[in-house]
């Protein structure tokens, strides 16, 4: 029976989350109707220039970063901020999906429901053999993995708070810290 319970909890929070990344009610979750549209609008985002960037996604210095590809990464980021007890607010969005561009490419990444490419494993996770980047197996373990992982990084985490985003943060030390050296900041 408790297996039975747990499966159960287990099948809600995967419709719950999948309504919420696809903007879908669930009778279009449970009709497969929701994830044919969310595959077309992803697709036809990703054939599409991204016109929002306001500087190179390698540049330190703007103030609004690069804005989500699409309903999936806006999803994913606004249930990130939430997670994490930051306000959502367009310049966390935009600072998130600026560093976004300097860890992986494109929506969905590579390294599923993992757009920042973090190590931090969590149970369903596997490294992708490449990199030892975590694979999770849906997004609330993607996003259970970056909630365990950012409070490692205080001035990041305290700016997303703050809901000014990371643009214009100091946080130079923790990007380098995040990134093993790569960049020190993402906007």
Wanted: charged fraction near 10%; glycine fraction near 10%; hydrophobic fraction near 40%.
């Amino acid at each position: 029976m408790g297996l039975v319970l747990a499966f159960a909890e287990i099948a809600g929070a995967v419709l719950f989350l999948t309504a919420a990344i696809t903007g879908a009610n669930f009778s279009q979750v449970l009709s497969g109707q929701a994830l044919v549209a969310y595959r077309r609008q992803e697709q036809a985002g990703a054939s599409q220039a991204n016109t929002t960037t306001t500087t190179s996604p390698t540049s330190s210095s703007s103030t609004s970063g690069v804005a989500p590809s699409g309903p999936g990464e806006t999803a994913f980021f606004t249930a990130l901020l939430k997670s994490l007890g930051a306000p959502v607010t367009k310049a966390n969005l935009d600072s998130l999906a600026s560093w976004k561009q300097h860890e992986s490419s494109g929506w969905p990444p590579p390294n599923a429901f993992n757009p920042l490419n973090t190590k931090q494993a969590e149970p369903g996770s596997h490294p992708n053999p490449a990199n030892g980047v975590s694979i999770f197996p849906d997004a609330a373990t993607g996003i259970a993995a970056l909630v365990h992982n950012l409070p490692n990084y205080p001035c990041i985490i305290a700016h997303l708070r703050s809901g000014q985003g990371c643009c214009r943060a100091p946080c130079g030390a923790d990007f380098l810290k995040f990134s093993g050296g790569g960049y020190s900041g993402v906007c």
